[in-house]
Structures are given as structure tokens and as C-alpha cells.
Nanobody, 114 residues
Framework: QVQLAESGGGLVQPGGSLRLSCVAS????????MGWYRQAPGKQREVVVR???????DYRESVKGRFTISTDNARNTVYLQMDNLKPEDTAVYYC????????WGQGPQVTVSS
């Protein structure tokens, strides 16, 4: 069973930046794909970005140009760099990986508010 440990959430002002980290218990190249999702209060969980074998990515339209997913194979880590944050980005953010089954991180809170 894959275990995911997330970190990096917090409170930030509009226009600010945060970086989320997701450390996996297995080598990340073993995953079919990885991604970040988010869930705001009263809303359904939605995909933020996914990265596939070969490195192709699929970003949610509202975060294009502001968020960047990256990986560090040596550290078994997936990152989400979030720049120019907006209040509507406020949500719990979940790391997700697929290896036969779907595995989820615990979900750090990201709050964007002045």
C-alpha cells in the first residue's frame, strides 16, 4: 500500500505563493500517474493538475500559468508550486497517485485571504 505524506499548506495573502510537497513511500516512477486535487467547503473535489508517464501534464484552466507540478525522483516527491494565489484557490489540497489503485494524501489546508 502506497503512503503519501503532504506538507506545505497554510495561510497566505492574495498574490502570494506556497509550495506543497507530497512524499511517497515508493519510487514515483512506479506510478501510472500523479496529481493534485482540491476540495473547497461545500464543493466537490476537483482536479488541479495531473502528470503522466513521459512527463505530460494536464492543468485545470483556472490555474494555468500560476501553478506548476514537478517531481523529484531521488526524493520520491511530487511538488505543487502555487504562485499568484487567489481567494478562490482556498481549499484542502490532496496528493493522488495511481498504482493499480488510487492513493490519497491527508490533505493540507490552503487558505488565501487578506
Amino acid at each position: 500500500q502506497v503512503q503519501l505524506a503532504e506538507s506545505g499548506g497554510g495561510l497566505v495573502q492574495p498574490g502570494g505563493s506556497l509550495r506543497l510537497s507530497c512524499v511517497a513511500s515508493e519510487r514515483i516512477f512506479s506510478f501510472t500517474h500523479m496529481g493534485w486535487y482540491r476540495q473547497a467547503p461545500g464543493k466537490q473535489r476537483e482536479v488541479v493538475v495531473r502528470i503522466f508517464d513521459g512527463g505530460s501534464t494536464d492543468y485545470r484552466e483556472s490555474v494555468k500559468g500560476r501553478f506548476t507540478i514537478s517531481t523529484d525522483n531521488a526524493r520520491n516527491t511530487v511538488y505543487l508550486q502555487m504562485d499568484n494565489l487567489k481567494p478562490e484557490d482556498t481549499a484542502v489540497y490532496y496528493c493522488n497517485v495511481i498504482k493499480g489503485f488510487s492513493y490519497w494524501g491527508q490533505g493540507p489546508q490552503v487558505t488565501v485571504s487578506s
